[in-house]
């Protein structure tokens, strides 16, 4: 099945601070989100981004389909950003919808 | 107006009952599933169901048994509950499959399953 590897695994920062997540896959995809996991358990879709660049106020994420990676950037973080954000792909050519998850990268955010 | 709603919230329940978590959407999506967290938040897909029809099963014990009343609800019944069932259970839709597929997945808000 394909692979999906998020890095780095933990971050922390001062609120204020500028931050990249990457997620690396293993082959090619038709779907690929980002999702943040809130400290009380809920996973919010952030974007929904197969490929080019998307902007959603501080957030944003890029993906380059032909070498297989995406990039959330984070602007201005702040403690509510906080949380777990998780990368998931669905296989290209695939006729049914499983997206699989990576690891995960796990943001704290201090005051 | 809930998009992917799940019930219960919180599930607390002794090894060995059976126990239901029910899933309702309403957006329309053809396509629902069942993934399970599991203590070190991996995500792991366990069930899907296109148009009421079963068309992911992945290796899940046979005590879990999804069921697909219409398109708009998914249910999760398990049966003999043991101790390392206890996880968090998202359900989520998605609208189209194959070519048809559209704007990517939405998740419920997770049951959290503990059993004692």
């Known amino acids: 099945g394909i692979q999906v590897e998020q890095s780095p695994p933990d971050l922390i920062l001062q609120e204020g601070a500028n931050s990249t997540l990457r997620c690396n896959f293993s082959d090619s995809v038709n779907n690929l989100q980002w999702f943040h996991q809130n400290p009380w358990g809920q996973l919010i879709n952030l974007f929904y981004?197969?490929?080019g660049t998307k902007q959603n106020g501080r957030l944003s994420a890029t993906t380059v389909a032909t070498e297989r990676y995406s990039l959330l950037y984070i602007s201005s973080s702040q403690t509510t950003d906080s949380g777990v954000y998780f990368c998931a792909v669905r296989r290209g050519g695939t006729s049914y919808g499983k997206l699989t998850f990576g690891q995960g990268t796990i943001l704290t955010v201090h005051p | 107006d809930t998009a992917v709603s799940q019930t219960p919230k919180y599930l607390v329940t002794q090894m060995g009952n059976d126990k239901s978590i029910k899933c309702e959407q309403n957006?329309?999506?053809?396509?629902m599933y069942w993934y399970k967290q599991d203590s070190k938040k991996f995500l792991k897909i366990m069930f899907s169901?296109?148009?009421?029809?079963?068309?992911i099963n992945e290796t899940v014990p046979n005590r879990f048994s999804p069921k697909s009343p219409d398109k708009a609800h998914l249910n999760l019944h398990i049966n003999s509950l043991e101790l390392g069932d206890s996880a968090v259970y998202f359900c989520?839709?998605?609208?189209?499959?194959?070519?048809?597929?559209?704007?990517?997945?939405?998740f419920g808000s997770g049951t959290r399953l503990t059993v004692v």
């Open positions: 981004i197969p490929s």
């Open positions: 957006l329309g999506h053809d396509t």
């Open positions: 989520a839709s998605s609208q189209g499959t194959g070519g048809a597929f559209l704007y990517g997945y939405t």
């Open positions: 169901y296109n148009n009421k029809e079963l068309i």
